[in-house]
């Protein structure tokens, strides 16, 4: 009888040894997902980074790349990263923007980069919608809304915190740029209805969030930047205004429409940065359309002013455009994507990222997507109010502002438009760089919850333009810090 229990008690132990590592697998992050070598680098991170697709409705296939803290991985939040269009990859934030890898402009080598917004948090960089960069659906239909996308993006975080059950006890925070003012807060209004999300607050930056005050305001930033003059000034205020109100937004008045297109035509047409005023363009002052290598090219990143009211008419010039080619690329206008079309294209990149063979060629935005997408939410105040209602997650809306895609006025006004208690006056924000010691940020006016801050001298690309300023920012938002 004694050598029977002590028989077991070896037994016992293996079994609960076997249990214990089922259980420890059963709450790893994905060993399938893992990027052990990655080309381009001189040398491999000390951090871990995943790269995978996401499995979500109907069939789509959305790639993540994941990439953990340099800091506390295991107690660091998670900070879901979008990029906008909408139709454009979260891989150019993560490549040219905060990610740890900044890609050169041979398309080969990446280079780390300092100030990397993972050096505090574990950052998730998703493709969105499925057709974007990576993304695909098995059924190849690319037509979706912004009801659908929300839907989708958070599917995903569900995945992904299946597949890494390890941080889904972390904070959780989602950011994103540009198109991402409408991804970022109809994706927050989902996962704040979920206890199982550990969500904290929510950041974008020069976000698209009122077509309205957007159009309003970017007639004043071009008139204020000296890129109107005296006369066309003149004739807005004449023909656009009435009782000291201007709706350059949806006026019927011919004659301000005429004026209108006049300013469309200098912000957009003649040769100007629209991601950065004061900034060059690359490759010099691009055409609309050209025709390379057999690609109908179309620069255009999708928030073209009141181009709303006149989608239809645009989609059906492109698609007729379109159809005399064999496919289409989308190409923001002074924006150099080439390095990162060669490096994400390399088959040797695509495999260490496990990129499924039916993803089609990386391109920074998918036309198919931006064409046929359904813009459902024109104004997202909605959304804020019940974020902000909560009293318990905190809001960050930023703008470089030398931005003309989605100025920093637009969004200073949206967000005065929700009418929160104010709790700091607008004033300078400092940070400290290495090299000329403390400098001013920009701007920051703080509400309750809310905080409304301007990059100084920045586009619309702050992590790329300003990124000890944007790193300085990102931090005190995380960790709660004044700015």
């Avoid at 906008?84 to 041979?106: I, N, R, W």
């Avoid at 991601?275 to 990143?301: F, K, M, T, W």
């Avoid at 790193?471 to 938002?477: N, P, Q, S, Y």
Wanted: a negative charge; aromatic letters at 12%; proline letters at 5%.
């Amino acid at each position: 009888m004694k050598m029977q229990v002590l028989l077991c008690v070896p037994q016992m132990q293996v079994l609960l040894c076997v249990l214990l590592v089922l259980l420890c697998e059963c709450a790893a992050a994905p060993a399938a997902d893992e990027v052990t070598f990655l080309p381009g680098l001189q040398k491999q991170p000390s951090f871990r980074h995943f790269s995978g697709h996401l499995d979500v409705a109907d069939g789509k296939h959305l790639h993540y790349w994941f990439v953990e803290s340099q800091n506390k991985p295991a107690s660091d939040p998670v900070v879901l990263w979008l990029n906008g269009g909408p139709g454009c990859s979260s891989l150019d934030g993560l490549l040219t923007e905060h990610g740890p890898f900044l890609v050169q402009d041979d398309g080969v080598t990446l280079q780390y980069n300092p100030y990397s917004w993972n050096k505090i948090a574990n950052m998730l960089y998703l493709e969105s919608p499925a057709g974007v960069g990576f993304s695909y659906s098995d059924d190849k239909n690319y037509k979706t809304n912004d009801t659908e996308v929300s839907m989708n993006n958070y599917l995903a975080l569900k995945e992904f915190f299946r597949l890494f059950p390890e941080f889904s006890s972390n904070e959780l925070f989602l950011t994103g740029e540009s198109y991402g003012g409408i991804y970022i807060p109809t994706l927050a209004e989902r996962v704040m209805e979920d206890p199982s999300l550990n969500l904290q607050g929510v950041a974008v930056g020069n976000g698209m969030a009122s077509y309205e005050l957007n159009d309003n305001s970017l007639v004043f930033f071009a008139y204020y930047h000296g890129l109107l003059g005296s006369q066309l000034w003149t004739q807005l205020q004449t023909f656009c205004c009435k009782d000291g109100t201007c709706n350059f937004y949806n006026n019927q008045n011919q004659n301000c429409t005429e004026c209108l297109s006049e300013v469309q035509d200098i912000v957009y047409g003649s040769g100007l940065n629209m991601y950065n005023l004061y900034a060059s363009c690359p490759g010099g002052v691009p055409h609309r359309y050209s025709v390379e290598r057999g690609q109908l090219l179309i620069r255009d990143l999708g928030n073209i002013f009141v181009k709303h009211q006149v989608t239809q008419q645009w989609n059906q010039k492109f698609q007729s455009l379109a159809a005399l080619h064999l496919s289409v690329r989308l190409d923001p206008p002074c924006t150099n994507s080439t390095p990162s079309s060669l490096y994400l294209n390399n088959p040797y990149v695509r495999k260490a990222l496990h990129i499924s063979p039916d993803a089609l060629d990386w391109v920074i935005c998918s036309a198919e997507v931006n064409l046929n997408y359904g813009r459902v939410y024109l104004d997202v105040s909605k959304q804020y109010l019940k974020l902000l209602a909560a009293l318990k997650y905190r809001v960050l809306i930023y703008n470089g502002d030398v931005d003309m895609a989605c100025n920093f006025m637009g969004d200073e006004w949206f967000v005065e438009s929700l009418h929160q208690q104010v709790q700091v006056q607008r004033r300078p924000w400092l940070f400290d760089d290495d090299d000329e010691g403390q400098q001013v940020g920009g701007f920051v006016k703080e509400f309750d919850n809310i905080v409304f801050l301007t990059v100084k001298g920045s586009g619309h690309m702050v992590p790329s333009d300003k990124p000890v300023a944007a790193f300085a920012m990102f931090t005190r938002f995380i960790r709660k810090q004044p700015y």
